[in-house]
RNA sequence: CGGGGUAUAGCGCAGCUGGUAGCGCACGUGGUUUGGGACCAUGGGGCCGGAGGUUCGAGUCCUCUUACCCCGACCA
């Protein structure tokens, strides 16, 4: 952004505290609240209504690709959840447990969901008997709980928001594909409706998803240069399969596991949309997710006209864009400031001044470009000011990722790029998890993904010496 | 889960070596204002996070507890 002097001080600026910052807006913003409960969150009617525009995007994407809702049970009884190995110890430490109903005990303790594949597999081994039954591809949009030991709005709380997709397919090759299929619907989203450029990749083995075949992931950069796991699809193979007994008897009458995918994104989606586009002024927020897209604000607002002025502006508007007029009895100065705070992409001013010469003033959020437009032509001209934020708010996004992605050829000049400018690291690596971990321990940076756009930096492991097999980008992570 | 910090009005804070709580913003009302967080007048609002203890007396001292923030270990 531009040097302006910074209007509004109810925010800290993120050069001087990046975690206040984000802090503050989400409580400016009015996007959520603390609760009486550690680690949960109140999301408030704006923060929720971004999750629904999300919800909306996302659900369509998900239909088109021919999935379908469903609902399952927020508990889980514990032999259910205890039957796959690798999946309960990843999940073991950070899961709830309800032992009474009412004054008694439960003879079985039930998990309140942390996530729901045992859910999904019990439930195919019952409903999946024929090839004529597969795929089934469904999607459910709930609420999940995980026992976290520290919390950040949106980022990490103990209840969040989210999907989960869970599919099942007769072959490995149909498994694989749906897997990377719904990758790539995320990573479409995430570019095309939040403005958020995405690095596409697989996970290592460390960082994959318990009791998955292989994880793959889109992932983004943070304003402070740190990574976040933006979303994740999974490739289970046919272990859940073997482990619940989800069988099918194919054309040629014989038995056969089914091969299943699991893919989600979060609420924590909306942390990336402050942390990547908001500034020192609050919220940054794309058009197409912004729950008001243009706001009016009527200037002496008390004069003859004015007020009628704006209502027919708006009337004229809300066909096509998602518009509110603010005639509380504020200062303009003052709406001009808690509308950026909100992220509101464009504002439209209307006083006496404007209705004489029969023009309306237009503000971008994000640069705070000041457009002077007739009235004839306000329709085509906010239309096209949408579009064109939407479009430089992910150009932008993209600049900055890429100015923040570094490559690394030592350790010792992948130690300082952590230090003194953190942000992805591109970097060569053996495929052994003991240089993962050495790293780790050395900078505090985790394999983000092994990007599916490889280059060849270097025949040699930044950490090892020994022969390279996968480049990967590193970075500090949310 | 370790290390550090904070908790007093809706928010941000002040309150000294103990003596019964104040400021700014916000809020209500009346008026003047209105193109980058207006001004005057007036009014309402807090048993000081919670529980114990010391004391004639605790926002202040002691113990315990809870929540939040920051930094690390674990995670979407």
Redesign the pocket.
Known sequence: MSNEKK?????TSMDV????W??DIIK?ADLAD?S?????MIIRPYGYAIWEFMQKDLDARFKETGHENVYMPMFIPESLLQKEKDHVE?FA??VAWVTHGGKEELAERLCVRPTSETLFCDHYANIIHSYRDLPKLYNQWCSVV?W?????????????L?QEGHTAHATAEEAQEETIRMLNVYADFCEQTLAIPVVKGKKTDK?K??GAKATYTIESLMHDGKA???G?SHNFGDGFARTFGIQYTDSANKLQYVHQTSW?V???LIGAIIMVHGDD?GLVLPPKIAPVQLVVIP?????EGVLPKAEEIKARLQKNVRVKIDDS??????????H??RGVPL?L???????EKNQ??L?RRDT?E?FFVSLDEMEAKVEQLLMDIQRDLLEKARALRDKKTYTALSLDEFSRIIEETPGFIKAMWCGEQACEDAL??KT?ATARCIPFEQENLADTCVCCGRPAKHLVYWG???
């Open positions: 209007l509004v001080e109810a925010i505290d990046f975690a206040q984000y802090t400016k603390y009486s409960v550690r680690g949960c990843g430490p950070e995980r976290e030991k520290t919390t950040r709005p949106f980022l990490r709380t103990l209840e969040f989210w960082e998803f318990a976040l796991q933006s994740t989600g979060t609420t924590r002024n200037v002496q607002q008390h004069k009895d504020r200062m303009p100065g003052w709406k001009f400031s808690e950026e705070m504002r001013e209307i006083g006496p001044k404007d209705i309306c003033v503000v705070r000041k780790k321990e505090g500090k992570a949310y």
